[in-house]
T-cell receptor
């Protein structure tokens, strides 16, 4: 079956512009996550959606970052007034969250964002 | 902060077993140990997880010590395609299930 897909795969934008990154999770997965990975760094959690619950936004680095998930499926991560430090690979993952304690997250290929 | 400690790098010969250690001395009783790996330029890939018993699947084996303070991921017959960064993660006691990635172990499989 289809895995997690993300678009675009690469995005180059000028400093100060807004960007939107899209994630299509695996069908039927109720949980969706956004992470980012800066060059040579580990993965950093950004935001988590689970069903109709309020999202966990605790990882968003500033109020320039926002995300929404429409209809419990597709998610869009928006970065306003981009800065050079926003340059990173943005990864989306989804999970069935079938049991409270155990979960496997399935990652997409990522969107490489470069802010010039 | 990540709750695990891993060596920054390891190497092994192709066809041999790769044993990747992880220290998680502050693990709580109902926290799981998860292993993911990230091959260059790809998203992370789930490998295996366990609570207290040893686990095996088609990719790897997970050995957890009796006191649960450390574990070892075993790739029984490493191939060149197993070259990747391997992350040991302890599940977060939280209402969400975000993964807290540390710096991982960079495994190089030599021909």
């Amino acid at each position: 079956g289809a895995g997690v897909s993300q678009s675009p795969s690469n995005k180059v934008t000028e400093k100060g512009k807004d960007v939107e990154l899209r994630c299509d999770p695996i069908s039927g997965h109720t949980a969706l996550y956004w992470y980012r990975q800066s060059l040579g760094q580990g993965l950093e959690f950004l935001i988590y959606f689970q069903g109709n619950s309020a999202p966990d936004k605790s990882g968003l680095p500033s109020d320039r970052f926002s995300a929404e998930r429409t209809g419990g499926s597709v998610s869009t991560l928006t970065i306003q007034r981009t800065q050079q430090e926003d340059s990173a690979v943005y990864l989306c993952a989804s999970s069935p969250v079938s049991r409270l304690e155990a979960y496997e997250q399935y990652f997409g290929p990522g969107t490489r964002l470069t802010v010039t | 902060d990540a709750k695990t400690t891993q060596p920054p790098s390891m190497d092994c010969a192709e066809g041999r077993a790769a044993n990747l250690p992880c220290n998680h001395s502050t693990i709580s009783g109902n926290e799981y140990v998860y292993w993911y790996r990230q091959i260059h330029s790809q998203g992370p890939q789930y490998i295996i997880h366990g609570l207290k018993n040893n686990e095996t699947n088609e990719m790897a084996s997970l050995i957890i010590t009796e006191d649960r303070k450390s574990s070892t991921l075993i790739l029984p017959h490493a191939t060149l395609r197993d070259t990747a960064v391997y992350y040991c993660i302890v599940s977060v006691m939280d209402s969400s299930y975000k993964l807290i990635f540390g710096s991982g172990t960079r495994l190089l499989v030599r021909p």
